[in-house]
Every structure is written in structure tokens, then in C-alpha cells.
């Protein structure tokens, strides 16, 4: 089971700043940035649905990257099973992760194994966005 007041406590303990919203049925909308990762700002609007299921969507403020954005999301769905990318009518990238939570998980698992690592994993995802096959390959290959 899973609700934004866990949620809310998760983000307190990270010491995220966040926007609570779930009195207009808007969710949780949080703000990320790292500046030698990423050069944008990352917006995340957090929701909970049936109290099962939590889901991220993210966008990176004033991001365009140029070329077939399409074939970028195609390869980065292809080379990453998390976030999943998408495209928005307006032409915005999208990183989209849910998690189903039916049943009793722990305190910690939501923290570290949902929250903390959807943020990092979306930080990444933006951060390798634009990044051909070979540079994602020589990126990877040269970490310690």
C-alpha cells in the first residue's frame, strides 16, 4: 500500500523540497537539479492511484534537444528499462516509471529501491538522452 503521506515522509527524509498538491487532486510536484549531470532543471509530478499504485512523470525544464527525438526515445527505451521515454504533442521529453505496490512493502524499500532511485534514474536518463549508442557505450565502458 502506498499513500502521499508516505510519500511526503520519504521526501522529508531525502530533504527534497516538494509541492503538495493533493488537495487539487494534483499530486506531489518536486524539483530536481544537479548541475554537473544534468544543465536543466527536472520538474516530477508524483501520483498515487487506488493507494497501489505511485507513479513519476518527468520533464526537464526548457529542454529541446535537437534531431528525430522519436528515434532518441526508441533508444533510450531500448538501452534502459527505467524511466521509460516518451514524447509528448508538444514535442517535450517525457520519463515516465510507476510502481505497483499492492501489497505490504517496507518503509525502506520505498525509499530507496522507489524514491530515491527514480530520481537518481531519471537524472541519468536525461543526462544519457541525447547520446548515441556508441558514446552511451564509451561513457559506461570508462567508469571505475
Do not use: W
Not at 505511485?54 to 527505467?82: C, K, Q, T, W
Not at 516509471?97 to 501489497?103: I, T, W
Amino acid at each position: 500500500m502506498i499513500t502521499y503521506e508516505i510519500i511526503k515522509e520519504c521526501l522529508d527524509i531525502l530533504e527534497v523540497n516538494y509541492t503538495d498538491l493533493t488537495e487539487e487532486n494534483g499530486g506531489i510536484a518536486v524539483c530536481f537539479f544537479d548541475k554537473e549531470t544534468f544543465s536543466h532543471e527536472i520538474y516530477t509530478n508524483i501520483h498515487v492511484v487506488n493507494d497501489e499504485l505511485v507513479s513519476f512523470i518527468s520533464y526537464a525544464d526548457d529542454y529541446h534537444p535537437e534531431g528525430d527525438l522519436l528515434a532518441m526515445a526508441n533508444r533510450h527505451n531500448y538501452r534502459s528499462h527505467s524511466p521509460r521515454c516518451y514524447i509528448d504533442d508538444d514535442g517535450d521529453v517525457i520519463m515516465h516509471q510507476a510502481f505497483v505496490l499492492a501489497a505490504e512493502v517496507s518503509p525502506n524499500y520505498i525509499l530507496k529501491d522507489v524514491i530515491q532511485a527514480t530520481i537518481s534514474l531519471t537524472m541519468e536518463a536525461f543526462s544519457n538522452f541525447e547520446l548515441d549508442m556508441e558514446e552511451f557505450s564509451s561513457r559506461f565502458s570508462n567508469k571505475d
